[in-house]
């Protein structure tokens, strides 16, 4: 737990990891460069900013500075916006129908080497949803996401271990055409995958089914076993999780503290 500890302090420095953000994104946008590799790192690093640290000070200040969480909304609104356009680029240039095929008006056979691209194309997509508000011009989009998933899921439902799924989880999550009874079943058959390909390891699917299911249907003691179980998971140092569940316990301790305010009981 010692290397980890360097991580862990890096994280609680919102200042810090911000500025390390922004010197790598203008890093690779100064490249200007036609390289697919910096291309796909600019795009990754980019949603990565956006999700865990932008929204992330969002979310915890939207009570305490109003206007200063809307600021930070558009900023990474932008930022997905920006990923989302070189994703769309990316694919559209391997497969230039890619844009029918999202609206259903052509077929394209996608090959396993697409399912990254096609991951983070999803990603941005969701970002962009979630970080306007409620803006319908953006919730069009919402069955784009979907549809980009179950496609990366057919090709190699292994990818990443298991991200696919837990993206699933998040999108499943905010369908309004399900009943309580379908959106759980489906929840649930995402989260037993996600921990299956993890292996168990990965903290986000707890996180994201305390939050999707136990906050949503007011089910408090799960919701707190769910949290305490994510902060109790064993951080491996150099692993593929070690950074991903080190914001996860992090965000964990925080909904801890704010579940009086999400249950009625």
Same mark, same amino acid.
Request: aromatic share 12%.
């Given at each position: ?15 810090? &990891?911000?500025?390390?953000?922004? %010197? =790598? ?11 697919? &590799? ?5 795009? %990754? ?92 011009? =953006? ?7 979907? %549809? ?26 905010? %369908? ?59 951080? &491996? ?23 009086? =305010?999400?249950?009625?009981?």
């Amino acid at each position: 737990m010692v290397s980890c500890a360097p991580k862990a302090f890096f994280l609680n420095q919102p200042k810090l &990891v911000s500025a390390y953000f922004e %010197r =790598e994104i203008t890093k690779l946008e100064k490249k200007n460069s036609s390289d697919i &590799v910096d291309r796909r790192r600019l795009i %990754r690093t980019k949603i990565e900013y956006g999700f865990g640290v932008i929204m992330e000070q969002a979310h915890r200040m939207i009570d305490e500075d109003y206007t200063e969480a809307i600021n930070n909304y558009k900023k990474a609104n932008r930022i997905f916006n920006e990923a989302k356009e070189s994703g769309l680029s990316i694919i559209s240039e391997e497969y230039p129908e890619f844009n029918n095929w999202l609206i259903k008006e052509s077929s394209i056979s996608f090959e396993k080497e697409d399912v990254s691209d096609m991951y983070w194309l999803a990603a941005s997509i969701g970002g962009s949803i979630s970080s306007s508000r409620g803006d319908p011009f =953006e919730l069009i989009n919402l069955p784009n996401v979907g %549809r980009l998933l179950k496609e990366c899921i057919e090709l190699d439902p292994g990818w990443n271990n298991g991200s696919l799924f837990s993206a699933m989880m998040s999108f499943t999550a905010t %369908r309004s055409d399900l009943n309580e009874k379908m959106l759980r079943d489906s929840v649930d058959y995402y989260f037993n995958k996600a921990i299956f390909y993890s292996s168990g390891m990965d903290a986000g699917p707890y996180l994201t089914y305390a939050e999707s299911i136990h906050k949503t249907f007011q089910e408090r003691k799960d919701f707190i076993n769910k949290l305490n179980y994510v902060l109790e998971m064993e951080i &491996v140092p150099k692993s593929e999780f070690e950074l991903s569940n080190l914001l996860a316990k992090n965000r964990a301790e925080w909904l801890l503290k704010k579940t009086d =305010e999400y249950f009625l009981e």
